[in-house]
């Protein structure tokens, strides 16, 4: 999944010479945390609300109303944003842009082509919005994890009875994070399951699998399963 398919493409910008009031109601206005500050086409810095906060913060608590606007319509754009900003290509992945994001501490970046040029701005949000979409969770469904050999045909072992149950299956993830040697995590959305059979699912589950936990996001229902006995509840 690439930046260029979840990237925001309509971007609201702002250029060096305006005022901090200009960047505050362009934030306001259109519900964003961050612009990027443009000067003749080329992107030379990053003004977001954070920035705003820290420039006014020292000065908001003396001032009356008249005073604080006047402060803001008086700094300029240029003498609060961050320069040099960092920037993805529209082709790097979700994954290395999330990378970039927390290596950074930034809530969002501008998206330049090979030619410098901006095409986009990918945030936390559109970076949530992949992972929703990657994960299926959208569509609902049962979301079931497990623990399994590292071995070749696991993952077809357990996909295969659900499938046999009729379910269809939107999403297979896998991770070696908090796993003993020689095994992994497998995640498993499945769609369009027959609740009435589910019981006899899960048994022909165990049995092929250890089984970490279901989460039934359709009917709001979490089984976690301990040495293979499964306690369930509602949230």
């Known amino acids: 999944m690439l930046v260029k398919h979840f990237m925001t493409k309509h971007v609201f910008t702002v250029e060096p010479e305006e005022s901090m009031q200009r960047a505050l109601n362009l934030l306001k206005e259109h519900k964003v945390n961050m612009l990027p500050v443009v000067q003749e086409g080329n992107v030379v810095g990053i003004v977001s609300d954070r920035d705003l906060k820290r420039a006014s913060a020292s000065d908001a608590t003396v001032l009356d109303a008249h005073e604080l606007r006047y402060l803001l319509n008086k700094i300029k754009i240029k003498d609060i944003m961050s320069k040099n900003p960092v920037t993805v290509p529209p082709d790097?992945?979700?994954?290395?842009?999330a990378e970039?994001?927390?290596?950074h501490h930034i809530s969002g970046a501008p998206v330049l082509d090979e030619q410098g040029r901006m095409v986009g701005v990918i945030t936390r949000n559109d970076l949530f919005k992949a992972l929703i979409a990657l994960s299926g969770l959208g569509k609902k469904g049962i979301l079931f994890a497990f623990q399994v050999e590292d071995r070749p045909g696991t993952i077809k072992e357990i996909?295969?009875?659900i499938r046999q149950y009729g379910a269809r299956i939107g999403s297979i993830m896998t991770s070696y994070d908090r796993?003993?040697?020689?095994?992994?995590?497998?995640f498993i959305r499945a769609y369009d399951i027959d609740r009435s059979r589910m019981d006899q699912m899960?048994?022909?589950l165990q049995r092929?699998?250890?089984?970490?936990?279901?989460v039934d996001h359709k009917e709001n229902v979490r089984r976690i399963f301990s040495e293979g006995a499964p306690a369930s509840f509602q949230v």
């Open 92 to 97: 790097y992945t979700i994954e290395e842009t």
């Open 100 to 103: 970039v994001l927390m290596t």
């Open 159 to 161: 996909s295969d009875v």
């Open 179 to 186: 796993v003993r040697e020689g095994w992994r995590n497998v």
């Open 202 to 204: 899960l048994q022909d």
């Open 208 to 214: 092929q699998a250890q089984m970490l936990y279901l």
